[in-house]
């Protein structure tokens, strides 16, 4: 039996973005068993639904995350809207379709930069992020905001996107799919990433089933779940794959991730041809909304669901998100188990972490 | 280790892909939501912008006349453009620049 010591990693660490703590116990340079302490950030949203007004509020349910800020608000009016029985604009629900399938491919880039990073490939990380500049720009055309949107309200959307930007979006696309391919190839052909991710961090398909991963992290481990086929939004009317791998190591994850960019993309060119050209984007709100729902939609990391129970008043009784990375921490621990020490930081990233989302 | 030579190769010839900021000024879109503006002469101090406003940084006084929003409190959301029934608000996509006190605008009508 080797020696054991208890190596505190975070809350600041070099690799990781956001604050959360882990206790390492190790013997030798293996983790045995890492203890997560989470509270760094925590904020207080969902007590503040009780003195915002609802429709107010969605600006601060975009504010629970910065990289899936659009989704956070789309879930929440998806809730409200199912409480009041609104039904959204069909040309609005391509409209947050769009946005929702943009966040993903800009997330997914970040992430694919910040996995780079953490294995000390710097000039990949800026190949990824110039990238993702382009996806930035565009929101900063369509919407007014690069990282908070403002754009989705309940009952529809705030601003529309007319032909000729639609088609900006559509060209832009298409030269990030072609500098992609070429990115591609460099993570999943090139030695140095395969020897660095490969083998590490197995999840297994019935762990990840049994701890309840979702997302890219449990598809990468087998399992077909995708929240998108559930239809809700202009999901029905697009086609697209559930993107898989067996293996469950952080070389699938990446794999995975990687491929629904193309998907995401493929995605968006659906919609843009086939978005309904009338002018109606957002349905009045009348009356209060009383009742209770889930939304349940499929954000870059994973499903989230959003609770929310109204009174008949202004104010809401209760809102709650349970996020898809607080869903993938116990997997997360799981893979930590007998990994490497050297390991842990590529580990932790490759659930592709947000924490401001789970501590709300 | 071709594709290596023609990625340097391209990388020596293009043009950087950001913007040399301070020297060169960057033009945001119109859409861009900047920072809130006012045309005082035609509010009528309702207060429904103060109200609505997520994080209150909107303070208002019908009796003394003026309209005070404190910038760095401001998250710009739009609503108080969207929600002004003169449309006197609107958001401009000029920036509000970095400062280290709190920036307090205020606005009457003389």
């Not at chain 1, 007004?53 to 600006?59: G, I, L, N, P, S």
């Not at chain 1, 910040?114 to 720009?137: K, N, P, T, Y």
Request: charged content about 25%.
């Amino acid at each position: 039996m080797g020696k054991r010591t208890i190596v505190p990693f975070g809350p600041q660490h070099p690799v990781l973005p956001e604050p959360i703590h882990l206790d390492l116990a190790l013997e030798d340079e293996t983790v045995i068993e890492a203890i997560p302490s989470i509270g760094f950030v925590h904020r207080g949203l969902e007590k503040l639904v009780e003195k915002k007004d609802f429709q107010e509020y969605t600006y601060v349910a975009e504010r629970i995350c910065g990289i899936c800020s659009f989704m956070h608000g789309m879930g929440y009016c998806m809730a409200v809207e199912n409480i009041m029985s609104l039904t959204v604009p069909d040309r609005a629900e391509f409209l947050r379709t769009i946005w929702a399938e943009l966040s993903r491919i800009h997330s997914h880039l970040l992430w694919l930069g910040l996995l780079a990073d953490s294995i000390g490939f710097e000039s990949l990380f800026m190949h990824c992020w110039r990238m993702r500049e382009q996806i930035l720009d565009l929101f900063d055309m369509t919407t007014g905001g690069r990282v908070i949107f403002s754009v989705c309200k309940i009952g529809g959307v705030r601003k529309d996107i007319d032909e000729e930007k639609l088609k900006r979006i559509v060209d832009v696309l298409n030269n990030i799919e072609d500098e992609l391919r070429s990115l591609t190839s460099v993570f999943l052909e090139e030695q140095s990433i395969k020897g660095r991710l490969s083998g590490v961090g197995v999840l297994s398909q019935a762990d990840a089933f049994g701890l309840g991963a979702v997302g890219p992290m449990a598809r990468a481990s087998g399992i077909v779940t995708d929240t998108r086929t559930l239809g809700y939004s202009a999901y029905p009317h697009v086609k697209f794959n559930i993107i898989t791998a067996q293996e469950g190591d952080c070389f699938a994850r990446t794999k995975v991730r990687i491929e629904e960019i193309f998907e995401a993309i493929s995605i968006i060119r659906q919609c843009a041809a086939l978005i309904p050209s009338d002018t109606l984007i957002a349905e009045p709100v009348k009356g209060l909304p009383k009742g209770e729902y889930f939304a349940r939609l499929e954000q870059p990391r994973g499903e989230v669901i959003y609770y929310v129970k109204a009174n008949g008043t202004k104010f809401l009784d209760r809102m709650r998100v349970r996020t898809p990375t607080f869903a993938n921490l116990p997997a997360l621990l799981q893979t930590l188990k007998g990994s490497e020490l050297a390991d842990v930081p590529v580990l932790v990233l490759t659930i592709d972490p947000c924490i401001s989302c789970t501590e709300r | 280790m071709f594709s290596m030579v023609k990625t340097v190769l391209l990388s020596m010839f293009k043009r950087p892909s950001t913007v040399s900021y301070p020297q060169k000024a960057k033009i945001n879109d119109p859409l861009v939501r900047g920072q809130v503006t006012i045309a005082i002469e035609a509010c009528i101090f309702c207060g429904i912008c103060g109200r609505k406003c997520p994080t209150n940084a909107i303070e208002i006084s019908k009796a003394e006349a003026f309209w005070q929003i404190e910038r760095f409190n401001c998250i710009q959301c739009g609503c108080c453009a969207e929600v002004c029934p003169k449309k006197c608000l609107a958001m401009s996509s000029e920036l509000t620049g970095a400062s280290a006190e709190q920036r307090k605008d205020k606005y009457s009508r003389a």
